[in-house]
């Protein structure tokens, strides 16, 4: 098998253009939050419905507090296809249960989809501030699809109709973009 250890970031560019895999390369899910308390946030890769490996020796969640202003970022081809990949953050990694507002997506490369959503089921603890998920669609710039959009959650809305709030909320919740979708999650938008 051929490596592309050797190759430069052009050459490498070139071979994906000529793949068609060029807008999947900055495919990404990014959250910030603009809160005036501290942040905690995890990036947690799950695992296929086959993956043999048993629940117990699976990676723990590992908390990074993540700086007011400051991207954290996931790029879709960092994780295999089919794939489901939270972004977590809380106020409070150290809580027995964190409550978690979490940014979930997994792309399907087959399909040429991402299928993505907002969730508070584990808790909300940002719903005093509010959020705001922007999404930007290469392949359909005008958000013309009706399932690419993106969502937004007042502060004090405890019932927001753009979030799952409710692990079966799949009717007002998921959402649906091209694989090349580049969603942005921003947490205490106010």
């Not at 979490?102 to 005093?128: H, I, K, R």
């Not at 005008?142 to 927001?160: E, N, V």
Request: hydrophobic fraction near 35%; charge should be negative; proline fraction near 8%.
């Amino acid at each position: 098998m051929q490596s592309f250890a050797g190759l430069s970031f052009g050459m490498l560019l070139i071979l994906l253009v000529g793949l068609g895999q060029f807008e999947l390369v900055n495919a990404r899910a990014d959250v910030v939050h603009n809160c005036p308390y501290a942040v905690w946030c995890a990036i947690v890769v799950g695992y296929q419905p086959d993956d043999p490996t048993p629940q117990p020796t699976r990676p723990a969640v590992t908390w990074v507090n993540q700086p007011a202003g400051a991207l954290l970022t996931s790029y879709f081809l960092d994780y295999p296809p089919d794939t489901g990949v939270a972004m977590m953050c809380t106020r409070d990694p150290s809580a027995t249960t964190p409550l978690v507002t979490q940014l979930e997506y997994a792309w399907e490369q087959d399909e040429g989809q991402t299928y993505f959503d907002v969730s508070n089921v584990a808790g909300a603890p940002f719903v005093n501030e509010g959020f705001r998920m922007d999404v930007d669609d290469p392949e359909d710039p005008t958000l013309a699809l009706r399932s690419c959009h993106g969502a937004s959650c007042a502060p004090g809305d405890t019932t927001c109709n753009d979030v799952y709030e409710k692990s079966n909320d799949d009717f007002q919740g998921m959402r649906t973009c091209s694989d090349s979708v580049n969603i942005n999650l921003t947490l205490c938008s106010g």
